[in-house]
């Protein structure tokens, strides 16, 4: 019903709502935890992508209104679903190793997006390259903080 409203009325109060009352249902879904995890576990390709599609609305149909927020609210919530039900996509090595540096990662990677803008036309190739050097910067840094911190340590003879 909310959903029907928002549509004539666009009030953020009423998306606020929205957003508790389907997190107060998936709250109580949650009791049936294995049943959900079940579903989430067998379907979790499809239930991904569709995550990922939905989470993407307003770039694939390029509006934005009400509706297209609650589209990635439920996108953020099947991808979430699905990590949660399948915990091994989300502790393998890689991600776990990225995880490390997302710290540094947070830090670097705007500054490198406005510094690398001008030299790119096609935005494919940006974004890649963008993701790229901000990877490698990020564990640099990432190797020469604990370097260094691992000298202070030693040279100070703490133990953390």
Known sequence: MLLLLSLVVDVSIILTLGFFSIAAFFMKLMSDIHKIEMVFSLYK???LL???ILLNIENVLDIQNSVTAYLMMLGAITIVGVCYANKNL???NLL???GNISYEFYLIHFIVLLSLKPYFTNPYSYILICFIVSLGLSGGIKY???GILKCMTFKNNLYV
């Open 50 to 52: 569709i995550g990922l």
């Open 96 to 98: 776990v190793k990225l």
């Open 144 to 146: 020469v903080c604990n």
């Open 90 to 92: 989300i502790s393998s």
């Open 45 to 47: 390709f499809p239930l």
